[in-house]
């Protein structure tokens, strides 16, 4: 017999995949998104963890300490290299400038690394 829904979930093994959208007007969000991240993925969930555009995170990095603390971490990304598209193999690095345009498009927001490699944002590596 089940007693409670952590009985249940610890018997039977769903899996799914979660969205973490966060915005790092402080900072504090992205810590937040982490952990929940990180709980999910403990769980065996999938989890994508995104930031929405924010160029005003620039700005408030030098208000806001906690920014400076974590600015790095929210950059970093994997990306694939248009060489990479067949392959989908990833690459990690920095990001030095966005280069597309729209807040959005259908095959990841085109980046320039830190190192000068440029290709889309498929997800963060953290």
Do not use: C, W
Request: aromatic content about 8%.
């Amino acid at each position: 017999m089940i007693s409670s829904y952590k009985d249940y979930f610890e018997k039977v093994v769903i899996k799914l995949k979660f969205l973490v959208l966060f915005h790092t007007i402080t900072g504090n969000n992205y810590l937040i998104g982490k952990q929940f991240s990180e709980a999910l993925q403990e769980n065996g969930h999938e989890v994508i963890l995104r930031r929405i555009e924010d160029h005003t995170m620039d700005e408030l990095k030098n208000t806001y300490g906690i920014i400076n603390e974590y600015y790095q971490e929210i950059l970093k990304v994997k990306i694939v290299k248009k060489e990479d598209q067949r392959t989908n193999k990833l690459t990690k690095g920095v990001i030095k400038d966005i280069l597309t345009n729209s807040k959005t498009h259908p095959h990841g927001i085109k980046v320039r690394l830190v190192s000068g490699e440029v290709g889309r944002v498929k997800e963060f590596d953290n």
